[in-house]
Structure formats: C-alpha cells, structure tokens
C-alpha cells in the first residue's frame, strides 16, 4: 500500500505528522515533509496511514493500492 | 411562498447582534437544515450563506476566483489593513513562506518553557482570590503576553499593552471610536519603537520574528515598514480576542460537565485531544468572508463578480452529515481534525499551532491547581455577535 500527499493541495495543517509519527515528518514551514511524494507504506504503518489520511482538513492524503504512474 | 434571490431562500437574520450563549449555533444550525443556501440581506451588500460542511470546504479552495478582498461577510468593506489576509495568490503565499517558520509546530515547540512558566503564574496570582472574571482576569492577558514574547518583547509590557488593545477590539464591537483611535495610535508608535530597536540590534533572524521581518527581501524588496507594522498588528486582531474566546467557551463547557473536567484532570494525557474537539464544537470565528472574482457557478448557485459569501465555519464544524451528534463533546471523535475552525486552504490560520498550545497549557497548569471550580449562581452568559466571545465568565472556587 501506498501513501500519496498531492502538493498542490497540502496547506501546512500540520494534522497528518501529528497523528503519524512514524511515517511523516514537518518542514520549517509547517508542511508536510513528504509534500508530493509517493511512498510505500512500512510494515505495521497502515493504520497511522489512514489516521493521516482522515486527519487531513484538505483531503490532500490518500491511501493506494497501487503507486500511480505519474506520481 | 418564501421569497428567494436567485433561487435561494432570503435570510434576516443578523449575526452581528449579541445573544444569550449559544444563540449563534442554534441560528446556524436551524439554516443550515432549512436549506443548503442562503441570501441574507442585513449587511448593504448581502451575501450568500454556504453552510454544509463539504460546501464551505470547497469554498476555501476556490482561492483563485474567491478572495479576501472581502474578509468578513457581515462587514464587507476595507476597513483596516490587514497581512497576510488582504494579499492573495503568489503575493500571498510569497509573504506566508516568510512567516509560516515562526508559527510552525517546531517553533511553537521552542515557545513551550515559557508558555508554561506564564501561564503558572497567572494563575497563581489568581488563585488565593477564589474567584475571577475568567474572561478579563485570565482568558485575555495570557495570550496577550506570549503574543508580546512572540515579537521579543518583555511580557511585563502586557501591563500598559493590555488595556490599549482592549479598547480598540471594543472599538470594532461598537465601543467608542475616539478612545479606539488613540489607543491604536498608541499601539503603533509602541510596535514603531519596538521595530526601530530591532533594526539597530539585530537578533537570529531564524528565531527572531521582528529580526526576519526587517531582513526578509520578498522579489528583492525589502517588506516596508508599513508593512511590518500592519504585520504586527494583524497578529495582535488575530491573536488574541480568539484565544480568550476559546477559552471562555471551554471553561464554561468544563465548569458545566463535570464528567469531562473530571476526565482531563485524571489524565492530562487526553488534553490535546480535547483541545481539538472544543475548538470544533465552539467554533467562534463562525464564518469567512470571500468576494466573487468571475461570474460562475457553485452547486446550481448562480455567482456573478462582486457577490459576497459566507463560508460558514460555524455551521461546518456541526454539521451532522460530517460529524455525527455534533452538539456533543465527544474526546477522540473520529475525524476531528478535519474540522474547520482555523479555516481551510492558503489562508487557514497562521496561529493555529501557537492557538492550540496556549488552549493545551492553561488546560493542564490550571486543573492542575484548581481543579474544582463553577460559574457564580445566577449569571446570565451573553454572547457577542459577529466574532463570538463570551463578555464575563464569573468563576469561583474553594481556597
Ligand atoms: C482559537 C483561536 C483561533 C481561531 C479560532 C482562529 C481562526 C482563524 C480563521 C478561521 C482564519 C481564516 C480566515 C480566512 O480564511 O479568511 C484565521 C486566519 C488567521 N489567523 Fe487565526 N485563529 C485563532 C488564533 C490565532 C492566533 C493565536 C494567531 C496569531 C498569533 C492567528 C493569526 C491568524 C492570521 C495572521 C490569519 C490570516 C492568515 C492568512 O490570511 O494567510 N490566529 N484564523
Ligand atoms: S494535514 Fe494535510 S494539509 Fe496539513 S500538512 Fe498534512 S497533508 Fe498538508
């Protein structure tokens, strides 16, 4: 499974590397670190994953099968 | 026949006007089921109401054709400058790079020592008394004072800086506008002093905010002074009426159910995620306004330029069709940070983070000291209309 952040719609909320420690991280500006990536979801990540996803007010995370090509 | 504009129901109702506690969300909860939209026409201009929570999401997002040459749907025009609101697009986001670094998690984390020490002694202060107007006494001189230690300024100036911006947010609410004129004028020339001392005593411009305004070059250009000030000010409106309003919203929650006072003096472990909820259920900015930049649609809504709208925060954040039971308080509620009470899109709050660990600190430093405490018998709570705030909240407690 992968974890997809779409740049262009993250605001720096600042909710998903709250709420998934181990698998985002912040940038000086509040961002999300991982910002436009795609990633393949750890071992026993899945659930902060999905924590991330939900706790995102700009519905800028999502959960993938599979990676996208153009990602 | 109810009468429409455009094919939505009128509204007459003015949220401007004060009413007993909770009067806002029972008006804005009664609209939003009535109907998806609305026309109100209490302002000169009127505005369209967007009330559901996916709605007013979408809303934000519109940034590129919805800006903030209007900021507040109840009061459309100009009015005071205000940065980083008034910019939008890549002028916008220009200036938020610049600022974002100093109310980022990781620096808010850089403010916690001091927030904690602050906020112990106030309260200390206040607890031998046995009782305080929560409202005057605590909600407002706290965040007044780590807004002071957030431009490097000494926390004891709160003493003369606290009446001065009191009188000038009663002056927006209706207060008197000669007073609220002079005690701004006393705002800037003390911000004037305070950017003049740092241009000659220059500090770690990755620390120091006022530092990195004056060296920060945006294409080039230095930010004018103006424009600095107008900085400074904005996060002064910004900063501190919304944290006591919070504050008072929470304490009246807490002084009410004991079941959840009970639950976070038990385990303070649980704080932050009660913070999240409250702000949530007591949204107090209850809406954003945006100006209409090309004719278009919304859902079936026809827009034309100019129009005025609503993003209704206050209504989103209770929407049932979002969060089930919104009316309650629910610690650990399933997607409760999504809710919109620090807005959405480029310009969601700047403070959010700076909000959410002065909501957390007093939480903690005062149920740790006094845990036990309720709302004097017999009072009425009021509450302003516009931007929501609770006028008193008389506490008291055994010593
Ligand atoms: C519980 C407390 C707070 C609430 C509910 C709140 C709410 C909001 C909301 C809803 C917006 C978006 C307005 C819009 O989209 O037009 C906003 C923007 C803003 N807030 Fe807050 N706020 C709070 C605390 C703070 C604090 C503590 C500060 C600063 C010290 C602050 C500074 C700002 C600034 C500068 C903006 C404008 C951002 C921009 O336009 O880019 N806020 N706030
Ligand atoms: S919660 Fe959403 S908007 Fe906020 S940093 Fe994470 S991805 Fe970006």
Redesign the pocket.
């Known amino acids: 499974m992968y974890i997809a952040i779409d740049a262009g719609r993250c605001m720096g909320h600042g909710r998903c590397y709250a709420v998934a420690e181990d698998l985002l991280s912040d940038d000086e500006q509040g961002y999300v670190a991982q910002c436009g990536q795609t990633l393949q979801i750890p071992e026993g990540l899945l659930g902060q994953a999905r924590d991330a996803a939900d706790a995102c007010p700009e519905g800028a995370i999502s959960i993938l099968e599979h990676a996208r090509a153009d990602a | 026949m109810t009468e429409t504009e455009r094919g939505c129901p009128y509204s007459h109702v003015d949220f401007g006007l004060d009413t007993e506690i909770y009067g806002h969300y029972a008006l804005l909860d009664g609209h939003r089921e009535e109907s998806r939209f609305h026309f109100n026409d209490t302002t000169r201009r009127g505005f369209y109401m967007l009330q559901r929570y996916d709605d007013v999401l979408e809303g934000?997002q519109r940034h590129e054709t919805w800006t903030?040459h209007v900021?507040s749907a109840l009061n459309p025009e100009p009015g005071t400058a205000?940065l980083?609101?008034d910019?939008n697009g890549e002028a916008?986001a220009k200036l938020?790079r610049v600022?974002n670094p100093f109310?980022a998690p990781a620096a808010v984390k850089r403010m916690t020592p001091m927030a904690h020490e602050r906020c112990v002694e106030l309260i200390e202060e206040l607890r031998p008394k046995g009782s305080c107007d929560f409202v005057a006494e605590f909600a407002i001189r706290y965040?007044t004072d780590l807004?002071l230690a957030?431009l490097g300024l000494p926390v004891s100036d709160g003493e003369f800086f606290l009446p001065w911006s009191e009188t000038l947010f009663a002056g927006f609410f209706g207060g008197d506008p000669a007073a609220a004129a002079a005690a701004k004028a006393n705002i800037i020339a003390y911000f004037t002093e305070a950017v003049r001392e740092r241009r000659a005593n220059l500090r770690d411009p990755r620390e120091d905010m006022v530092s990195r305004l004056v060296e920060a070059r945006i294409d080039g250009e230095p930010i004018s002074e103006q424009d600095i000030l107008t900085i400074c000010m904005?996060?002064m409106l910004?900063?501190?009426d919304?944290?006591r309003?919070?504050l008072g919203y929470i304490y009246t929650h807490l002084a009410r159910h004991e079941e959840d006072r009970r639950a976070i003096v038990a385990d303070p472990g649980l704080i932050p995620a009660a913070v999240e909820e409250f702000?949530r259920l007591y949204?107090?900015?209850i809406q954003?306004?945006?100006e209409v930049q090309e004719d278009g649609e919304f859902h079936g809504l026809d827009l034309r330029r100019g129009d005025v709208m609503w993003?209704g925060?206050g209504s989103a954040n209770r929407d049932p069709r979002k969060f089930p039971e919104p009316d309650r308080f629910v610690l650990g509620r399933k997607g409760v940070n999504q809710h919109?009470?620090?807005?959405a899109?480029?310009?969601?709050?700047?403070?959010?983070h700076?909000?959410r660990l002065?909501?957390a600190v007093v939480l903690k430093e005062w149920h740790e000291r006094i845990p036990d405490y309720r709302i004097k018998e017999g009072t009425t709570l009021v509450e302003r209309g516009g931007q929501l705030t609770l006028k008193t909240l008389p506490l008291e407690w055994e010593v």
């Open positions: 934000f903030t900021r205000l980083p609101q910019l916008h938020r600022l109310f965040p807004f957030l904005t996060l910004a900063g501190l919304t944290t309003s919070a702000v949204p107090l900015v954003a306004g945006r993003l925060i919109l009470a620090f807005g899109g480029p310009h969601r709050c700047l403070g959010m700076l909000a002065e909501l």
